[in-house]
């Protein structure tokens, strides 16, 4: 039996169009600064990028007002930049944002590139730095074969650590690889890092132990998790599953979060929990049941794709919301799954709806992530519900 979690709905007049993934920076109890990049679309989604726009969002208010409009320069060295999938990371020691940009090959949806650049913008909207400038050259210092990234890049600088993935390729197979720096960004060392299988690795999760700051774990595709460790080491590893298992740190109850997705044949697609000391060590708590939306599907929670994880606040109470595809979700759309924290076996689940009781989809191919930071104590924050628009 699946009961109604009737608060958490997304207040309609809270949307904003043109964002697909952002930052949040607290700015006070109830204010937020959105950095993010505004999409341009050229009649589909092609994730082309030309400005970085800041808005305050007042979570008490529900209300957007625009800060400000910063244009990326002709001298990044990209005629048409594109944004690849999470591409949107933060140096939270300098208050920039961290864009994975590549030059868009003039008709690809999705992000592939021999020329690819990550690039910091001032939150403050009054410069930007090439941080990498050639990131393929950096693959190439550690994966020799490397010739082109796809999908993924994306890249975060805290307490003085730096990361960066990507999705690297060699004539159409996956290689593992990231790159971290422990000077701030400064230098990079490249990492061939295939210890467990030579699968890409995806998107960074900054994670805590409380207050201490324990590094990044990383997306893993076919399982090829990463733990990038404060001292720059790392460990290669799974909770456990089969396909791409994505973390979640959940800093309300302070545990890891991992969930699966990419299976396309009705297997099951775990939750797991697990204590960020051991984050490997997790313990197996995939919801069983279906859910059914206004127009009927039946969604299967145990095998439905589980991705896109957040954590947000609503009413005072935490909750894990993640988007679910195919297992009775309609081909080509996703549905929002939402449970309250702390995520346990047996927890009641539930379809994310606007608050008009219209149910909330999106089209695959869409990466949406929003993290939220206090820069003053450099830890993570819970999400306020922002409806994303698609750009058109």
Not at 153 to 174: D, K, P, Q, R, T
Not at 187 to 198: F, V
Not at 331 to 336: L, N, V
């Amino acid at each position: 039996m699946v009961s109604k979690l009737p608060d958490l709905q997304f207040p309609n007049e809270t949307s904003i169009e043109g964002l697909l993934d952002a930052i949040l920076i607290q700015k006070s109890a109830n204010k937020f600064d959105i950095v993010f990049p505004e999409l341009r679309t050229n009649g589909q989604i092609y994730n082309i990028v030309r400005s970085i726009k800041v808005m305050e969002f007042d979570w008490q208010q529900g209300t957007f007002t625009e800060i400000g409009t910063y244009q990326l320069p002709t001298n990044i060295g990209l005629n048409v930049p594109q944004l690849f999938r999470g591409g949107i990371g933060y140096d939270l020691d300098n208050d920039r944002i961290l864009l994975a940009l590549g030059e868009w090959d003039g008709s690809s949806m999705e992000p592939i590139s021999t020329t690819v650049k990550i690039v910091a913008i001032n939150r403050s909207l009054d410069g930007h730095e090439v941080v990498i400038d050639d990131l393929l050259s950096l693959v190439r210092q550690a994966v020799t074969d490397a010739d082109e990234i796809r999908y993924y890049a994306s890249c975060y600088i805290i307490n003085g650590l730096g990361a960066i993935v990507a999705g690297v390729y060699s004539a159409g197979a996956e290689r593992a690889w990231h790159a971290v720096s422990t000077d701030g960004g400064q230098t990079w060392t490249s990492r061939h890092s295939n210890d467990r299988y030579d699968y890409i690795h995806e998107l960074i999760e900054p994670f805590w132990d409380g207050d201490t700051f324990m590094g990044y774990l990383v997306e893993g595709h076919g399982t090829n998790c990463l733990w990038i460790k404060t001292d720059g080491s790392y460990e290669a590893n799974s909770p456990g599953g089969t396909f791409t298992i994505e973390p979640i740190y959940d800093m309300l109850n302070n545990e890891v979060i991992w969930t699966e997705w990419g299976s396309a044949t009705g297997a099951v697609q775990h939750i797991w929990y697990a204590s960020p000391s051991t984050p490997f060590n997790a313990t197996d708590v995939t919801p069983s049941g279906t859910l059914t939306d206004a127009e009927g599907n039946s969604i299967d929670l145990s095998t439905v794709s589980k991705l896109d994880g957040h954590i947000v606040m609503v009413g005072g109470v935490g909750y894990l919301l993640f988007g679910g595809s195919r297992d009775g979700v309609p081909s080509g759309e996703r549905r929002i799954i939402c449970t309250q924290l702390p995520v346990r076996s047996g927890n009641t689940y539930e379809l994310l709806t606007y608050s008009a009781g219209d149910i909330i989809k999106y089209i695959v191919g869409l990466r949406f992530i929003v993290r939220a930071f206090d820069l003053s104590s450099k830890k993570p924050l819970p999400c306020p519900l922002i409806n994303v628009i698609p750009p058109s």
